[in-house]
């Protein structure tokens, strides 16, 4: 590298004065780095001193990368906590999570959240017990989240081109995993019920509500929880020649999101109104398995689908229906209208013309 020097630095030269200077300026910028302190404001709004490392320790080595990746030099930060993870990565330095974490957390300030993966796994798997570990976890939860969101994996040259959506999802469950009833966990539960509702899952998205709400059911989200379950049993339905098992898990679902929170279930319109067209829909699939059975010949089992159906869903125009049918093909007997009360009293004779008092 070419150092070009100032014109005007030439014609000066370099006087007792401005060498102390220059080595009191070197001395305290090393200073700065192998020397860092911790503080926390008081109750009046000043910082106070907490902690002072020793120079020349690894504690001190440690802050002073801490430091750069805090003044967003992440670059530097690599440089320097590099060499000395290599050093003592088969040690048991009490340092190397802390170490491991910074790494991590700069090539994730450099955009390369792929490779700083690999640090927080580190910490996962050979320091559970270290408090480095559920900040791993939350940084990988982070990470988990923008790729089930759409953020693509880097690829050659630095292009995100390649689909995380399956590595993320993978993340999600394995947090949950290693920290379960936490609220780290209740935070990715929820992240993956909702990535499986984005991808038209459905019966994942309805199982994994359903695992959220038995696990954490103090939930801030519980209400949440439960409307979106409801809402992937409904979509679950794709019309009359589906199964519509779905539905009538839905309508009892409603009940219990309306008992429990009814302005809500009002305002996200999960009323009687969805009730009544949930029962349509039901009764429907119900009068079309009829006619598949009667297209097939199979008088049997459609007479016993359209009984059921009246039972299961009096007042639908599906029940309608059914009764006319059941009623044209003799299997149900047409309400006979009540006769008139028989007059037990005889009737007065009316009188005859010629009639006289």
Same mark, same amino acid.
């Given at each position: 590298?070419t ?6 630095a030439s014609?000066?030269?370099l ?6 200077a220059?080595v009191?300026s070197?001395?305290l ?5 192998a ?6 404001l ?6 106070i001193k907490?902690?002072?490392a020793a ?7 440690i802050?002073?990368?801490r430091a750069?990746l805090?003044?967003?030099?992440a ?10 993870i290599?050093?003592y ?10 170490? &491991? ?7 994730? #300030? +450099?955009?390369? $959240? @792929?490779?700083?993966?690999?640090? !927080? ?5 050979d &320091? ?7 900040? #791993? +976890?939350?940084r $990988? @939860?982070?990470?988990?989240?923008? !790729?089930v969101?759409g953020m ?21 469950i ?11 966990a209740?935070?990715s539960m929820?992240?993956l019920?909702d990535f499986?509702?984005?991808?038209r899952d459905?019966?994942?998205?309805a ?5 959220f709400l038995?696990?954490?059911p103090?939930s801030?989200l519980?209400e949440r ?11 679950r ?11 009538i898990e839905?309508?009892?679902l409603?009940?219990?999101y309306?008992?429990?929170y009814?302005?809500?279930?009002e ?9 009544a067209?949930?029962d ?8 079309e ?13 459609a007479r016993l ?7 299961a ?5 599906a ?9 044209a093909?003799g ?8 006769a008139p009360p ?8 009316s009188?005859?013309q010629g009639?006289?008092?």
């Amino acid at each position: 590298m070419t150092i070009v020097r100032p014109r005007s630095a030439s014609r000066h030269t370099l006087t007792p004065a401005i060498l102390l200077a220059g080595v009191f300026s070197c001395a305290l910028a090393l200073t700065s780095h192998a020397q860092i302190s911790e503080y926390k404001l008081g109750e009046d709004g000043q910082p106070i001193k907490t902690r002072e490392a020793a120079p020349d320790t690894d504690e001190a080595f440690i802050d002073s990368a801490r430091a750069l990746l805090a003044e967003n030099r992440a670059s530097e930060c690599l440089k320097l906590i590099d060499p000395w993870i290599e050093k003592y990565e088969f040690s048991a330095n009490p340092w190397l999570p802390e170490a &491991y974490l910074i790494r991590g957390d700069a090539k994730v #300030a +450099l955009n390369d $959240e @792929y490779e700083a993966l690999y640090d !927080y796994e580190k910490i996962i798997k050979d &320091y559970t017990a270290a408090p480095q570990f559920p900040l #791993a +976890l939350d940084r $990988e @939860y982070a990470i988990a989240r923008k !790729y089930v969101r759409g953020m693509k994996k880097k690829w050659w040259f630095g292009w995100r081109v390649e689909d995380a959506r399956i590595l993320g999802e993978e993340m999600l469950i394995r947090v949950n995993e290693r920290m379960p009833s936490s609220v780290l966990a209740e935070k990715s539960m929820m992240e993956l019920a909702d990535f499986y509702y984005r991808e038209r899952d459905l019966k994942l998205a309805a199982e994994a509500y359903d695992i959220f709400l038995t696990n954490f059911p103090q939930s801030d989200l519980r209400e949440r929880a439960m409307q979106q379950r409801v809402y992937s049993y409904i979509a679950r339905f794709k019309g009359p020649e589906y199964d519509a098992s779905g539905l009538i898990e839905a309508k009892a679902l409603i009940g219990q999101y309306s008992g429990k929170y009814p302005v809500e279930a009002e305002q996200a319109g999960l009323s009687d109104a969805l009730v009544a067209r949930i029962d349509e829909s039901a009764a429907a699939q119900m009068y079309e398995t009829a006619s598949w059975y009667l297209k097939k010949d199979d008088p049997v089992s459609a007479r016993l689908t359209l009984k059921r159906l009246i039972q299961a869903h009096p007042g639908t125009v599906a029940a309608t229906k059914a009764v006319e049918d059941m009623l044209a093909r003799g299997w149900l007997k047409a309400p006979q209208a009540d006769a008139p009360p028989a007059d037990t009293a005889s009737a007065p004779a009316s009188p005859t013309q010629g009639s006289t008092k």
